[in-house]
């Protein structure tokens, strides 16, 4: 089966410029998930898509990140304005059953300066 | 809370040495446990889960909820196993999802 795609690889901006990032998950996959992983740290929960529905946004800072999952397929997630502390690899997974574990795509790696 | 805790942010062996690789978590409910990896410039991956009791690469862990941990072991390194090793806890109830540890960086050295 095809993995989970992300786009772009990587990516620096100003701070206060935007970006965004896409995701197109495995075939079939209901749920997706976006994380943070900064350096020396382990993935953060984001935002997590159950279809094209939003179930846990908990952790996602809403006055700079938004994201969105159109028709229960590819995803995108934003960041308006940037901050330094954004800096940060962004994964996107997904599973079909989250008790069998995840699949995860590269990742994009964004720096902000 | 729900927390992952990887004591060793380093753990730096000899090929043929054995490894342990730390995780202790908290969780009020029935833990399940998985341990991923990433070797250099490779996505992360799921190495094993403990639901699966299975071994990996030579790699197994036992879930030892009296001491609420989850340790990855494996009897003889190679230089192979170097990589970034994240244990993950799953959380159910309403939203499931994954938190993960911090990480630990095994090197095996020839």
């Known amino acids: 089966e095809a993995g989970v795609a992300q786009s772009p690889r990587y990516k620096i901006i100003e701070k206060r410029q935007s970006v965004a990032f896409w995701c197109n998950p495995i075939s079939g996959h209901a749920t997706l998930y976006w994380y943070q992983q900064i350096l020396g740290q382990g993935p953060k929960l984001l935002i997590q898509f159950q279809n094209n529905g939003v179930v846990d946004d908990s952790q996602l800072p809403k006055d700079r990140f938004s994201a969105e999952r159109l028709k229960g397929v590819d995803s995108t997630l934003k960041i308006q304005p940037a901050k330094l502390e954004d800096s940060a690899v962004y994964l996107c997974?997904?599973?079909?059953?989250?008790?069998?574990?995840?699949?995860f795509g590269s990742g994009t790696r964004l720096t902000v300066v | 809370a729900q927390r992952v805790t990887q004591p060793e942010k380093l753990l730096s062996v000899f090929k043929g040495a054995p490894v342990e690789l730390k995780c202790n978590y908290s969780y009020s409910g029935s833990p399940e446990l998985f341990w991923y990896v990433q070797y250099s410039r490779q996505r992360l991956q799921l190495l094993l889960r403990h639901i699966s009791r299975e071994s990996i690469k030579g790699f197994t862990a036992d879930l030892n909820k009296g001491e609420t941990s989850f340790h990855l072991k494996k009897p003889f390194a190679q230089e192979e196993d170097s990589a970034m090793y994240y244990c993950a806890l799953y959380v159910s109830g309403g939203y499931n999802k994954l938190i993960f540890g911090a990480g630990t960086r095994l090197a095996v050295h020839p």
């Open positions: 997974a997904s599973s079909l059953d989250l008790y069998y574990g995840y699949t």
